[in-house]
């Protein structure tokens, strides 16, 4: 009976060890993916706007294409606090990255100070906003998983109407964003065939979406 018990408790132990790392490893890939992608979407963004022209060089000076990989950790986190504060340390990154690889190129940005805390403040705001909509969309009950694609859709598709349709007339950038808003919602609303919900959603966030474009825009002539 004595070796049948030792046996059975260290089948366990075996057992408890093999059940505890994988959940170790997701927790460090959790904590690990802001700093990590947001760093390295950071290094990436300043060294395409070199390099890209009209209407490709949009998606490394906009606001949505930035705000997409807190969408991507928020996904990764278990509960929706850790998912705002995972979206606001991707942001946070991405900064770091940018203006960390700018320096080592020898290129600084614009702007002075107004252009750091303008994207600081994009960070604060809008960070754990998506962070939120991606945990939603992946883990999120019912319905709600909607909501989670439609704001990162509605984020692609204000930008393209608001800031290159209206604002700065760049036709071709606006057409690239709308595109890519509509691209979102439909790969996202593969995830629970949720389009119908998606779409509702889109009729509140999106007008949501407009105005928050619009007083970006009215903070960004303010600043600079």
């Not at 945990?135 to 990162?152: D, E, H, K, Q, S």
């Not at 760049?170 to 595109?179: E, H, K, M």
């Amino acid at each position: 009976m004595r070796r049948t018990t030792e046996r059975s408790t260290t089948g366990e132990t075996l057992e408890e060890e093999t059940t505890g790392r994988p959940a170790i490893l997701t927790w460090v890939v959790r904590i690990l993916a802001a700093p990590a992608i947001g760093i390295v979407m950071g290094a990436v963004t300043d060294v395409l706007q070199k390099y890209l022209d009209l209407p490709w060089n949009s998606l490394v000076n906009a606001a949505s294409p930035w705000l997409a990989p807190a969408f991507a950790v928020g996904a990764l986190q278990r509960r929706l606090w850790g998912a705002a504060v995972a979206g606001l340390a991707t942001c946070v990154f991405e900064l770091v990255g940018y203006y960390v690889t700018a320096a080592a190129r020898g290129y600084f940005a614009g702007g002075g100070h107004g252009i750091l805390l303008f994207w600081g403040g994009c960070a604060v705001a809008g960070g754990p906003v998506l962070g939120m909509a991606g945990r939603l969309w992946w883990r999120g009950p019912g319905r709600l998983r909607g909501l989670g694609a439609a704001v990162l859709a509605a984020a692609f598709l204000a930008e393209a109407i608001v800031a290159y349709g209206w604002r700065l007339h760049y036709t071709a950038s606006a057409v690239l964003f709308a595109g890519l808003g509509v691209a979102v919602g439909v790969l996202l609303g593969l995830r629970g065939r949720r389009y119908v919900d998606l779409a509702r959603w889109l009729l509140v966030v999106l007008p949501i979406g407009l105005l928050a474009e619009l007083a970006l825009g009215l903070v960004y002539d303010q600043s600079f």
